[in-house]
């Protein structure tokens, strides 16, 4: 790849990765709208250390909290809100993560196409507007339950198939259970770090084993595009979504499948 090629691809993602408009379903369209070769699994990796970076910073203060509250469910104990909030962080993540274990290349091979991510953009967005407008919004997170962490986390699983969003269908799913825009979206953007730890760290083992050369300049700058980006946009989006919601997130999607079947005719 060239540079310009690496940022152009590093702000997409880092655009996306957190905004409920699927940062893998523009990763597998752009490169074809170019006639650009598919990035590999390099670069996957370095995008995604810098979209945990952006997310590590900015929810510094929670991430610490967490990291308490995981140490006091490590002695089995779960009375304080940190510990409680670390379990169903861990519980959440367990079904993407078998999942992606079982099944995930399977759906690369199978399930990245302008096609599928035309006919998921459209279908999660009708969701996306359902429950943004129905949803009661008065929930907060010091009330999540087990119950809740299991589906959020289901529906995370979800966005393992290309123009789902993980954000996307995380937030609709916390909004479908009662909480507010701004809680869901703060638990949204957690669960994605163990989610974008062990992808990162699955994909680092393979590419270990691959003998694949790695060109180390560039996936430094990648991360580092990404890692910007990305902070800027959840800054952007946890205060657009209080005030205005996801309408226009899921009238984007509309307008991205109307594109791509356009295209596809």
């Given at each position: ?12 993602q ?8 699927s ?11 170019f ?51 670390a ?15 079982l ?44 119950r809740?962490?299991v ?53 680092l083992?393979?590419?270990?084993g691959?003998g ?13 595009v990404s ?20 309408l ?18």
């Amino acid at each position: 790849m060239s540079d310009l090629q690496v940022i152009i691809l590093a702000i997409v993602q880092g655009l996306t990765e957190f905004l409920p408009i699927s940062s893998s379903g523009h990763l597998v369209l752009v490169p074809t709208v170019f006639g650009w070769a598919d990035q590999g699994m390099a670069f996957d990796v370095a995008m995604h250390f810098g979209s945990l970076t952006a997310v590590l910073i900015y929810f510094r203060g929670d991430i610490a909290m967490l990291l308490r509250g995981t140490t006091q469910v490590l002695r089995a104990d779960v009375s304080s809100i940190e510990s409680r909030l670390a379990l169903a962080i861990a519980i959440g993540t367990i079904p993407a993560a078998v999942v992606g274990l079982l099944l995930g290349d399977w759906i690369g091979d199978n399930l990245r196409s302008p096609a599928v991510i035309a006919g998921t953009l459209a279908g999660y967005a009708v969701l996306m507007l359902v429950f943004d407008r129905i949803g009661k919004k008065t929930r907060m997170l010091d009330g999540l339950r087990i119950r809740d962490a299991v589906l959020i986390g289901l529906a995370q699983a979800l966005a393992l198939v290309p123009g789902t969003s993980r954000s996307g269908i995380t937030i609709t799913a916390g909004l479908a259970l009662g909480f507010s825009r701004t809680e869901a979206a703060r638990f949204s953007f957690l669960l994605a770090v163990p989610v974008i730890l062990l992808a990162t760290a699955y994909e680092l083992y393979v590419l270990s084993g691959s003998g694949a050369t790695v060109a180390w300049g560039q996936l430094a700058m990648g991360a580092a595009v990404s890692a910007i980006v990305a902070y800027l946009s959840i800054e952007f989006f946890m205060r657009f979504v209080t005030k205005v919601g996801l309408l226009p997130f899921a009238l984007y999607r509309f307008v991205l499948a109307a594109v791509i079947v356009y295209a596809l005719a």
